[in-house]
């Protein structure tokens, strides 16, 4: 996730003037292990919802995901013994592509980032979703968290132009426009939220050392609290990650976000401020892997 005034993050970083935008198939992302650490290390500011629904909004379509299928898996009058109908709009999805490949996500640790991805595309599709999680993070918002992530995600070769950049992106006046203090800290009684979560990945292009990889993604990003001005507002968006096998790790060389796509938000009653804050506060992220 990433915000307005990133103009200089980089032509493929997708950063824009929106104070809202992150810089962030087939194959789907697979969530593994909870990591018990504080689970606002990885988030991602990105534009602001289109409506003042729940931020619950996933958990909505889900439901309606669910209800639509055991719907339309239900027998038809006047058909086959299979549902009725021909050709293929009664077949059902290949279990291979939601069902874990087994293999382990990563070997290791960079900081609080997972590292020692596998040099195939499975390791890509894992790399660029944790990727996507930890450039998003409220981590990015801090001079010297900013520094590590960047370091810990992309190749060495970018890096120093890559943070000359975001220092000016990130400027006081920048971080007083999503709410924070002039150096970033969080304003007492309120919790800064941005958090990514990627629902699903895609290889575009892998060859040898070199791959990219498009991760489609849901966040929350706003300040929560009694008295915020800026509510915690849901998003969705895709992040294209073009990555590049150094030092025996994926690392990004550069990146862009689009928009979308975006399901239609549900019915769910918006939770309280407080109530946000305290989800945030109590529940950790994940390491993603295919």
């Known amino acids: ?84 109908g021909s050709g293929s709009a ?62 810990a995600t992309h190749d060495p070769a970018v890096v120093e132009n890559l943070l000359a950049d975001l220092t000016k992106a990130y400027s006081p006046g920048f971080l007083q426009n999503v709410g924070l203090n002039e150096d970033g800290t969080t304003p007492t009684g309120l919790t800064f939220v941005s958090r990514t979560v990627p629902v699903g990945t895609k290889v575009v292009e892998q060859s040898g050392d070199r791959a990219t990889v498009e991760v489609w993604c849901t966040g929350l990003v706003g300040m929560a609290g009694q008295g915020s001005t800026k509510p915690v507002n849901a998003t969705w968006f895709t992040i294209s990650e073009k990555l590049k096998w150094v030092g025996g790790d994926w690392r990004i060389e550069s990146s862009s976000q689009t928009e979308g796509p975006t399901p239609v938000n549900g019915d769910n009653r918006a939770s309280t401020a407080d109530e946000i804050a305290g989800a945030v506060e109590g529940y950790g992220g994940f390491t993603y892997a295919r």
């Open 1 to 84: 996730m990433s915000l307005g005034d990133e103009k200089g993050y980089g032509s493929g970083s997708g950063r824009t003037d929106d104070g809202y935008s992150t810089i962030g198939g087939t194959r789907q992302t697979r969530t593994r292990l909870p990591d018990g650490e504080g689970g606002d290390s990885y988030g991602t500011p990105r534009r602001p919802a289109r409506s003042s629904r729940s931020l619950v909004t996933v958990v909505g379509v889900v439901v309606l995901l669910v209800a639509a299928i055991a719907f339309a898996n239900m027998g038809g009058g006047g058909g086959d013994g299979n549902g009725g």
């Open 90 to 151: 009664g077949r059902k999805p290949d279990s291979s592509s939601t069902a874990a490949t087994g293999t382990k996500p990563v070997t290791g640790k960079n900081g609080s980032i997972p590292s020692g991805f596998a040099h195939d595309e499975q390791g890509a599709q894992s790399a660029a979703s944790n990727f996507a999680v930890a450039l998003g993070s409220v981590g990015m918002f801090n001079a010297e968290n900013r520094r590590t992530i960047v370091q």
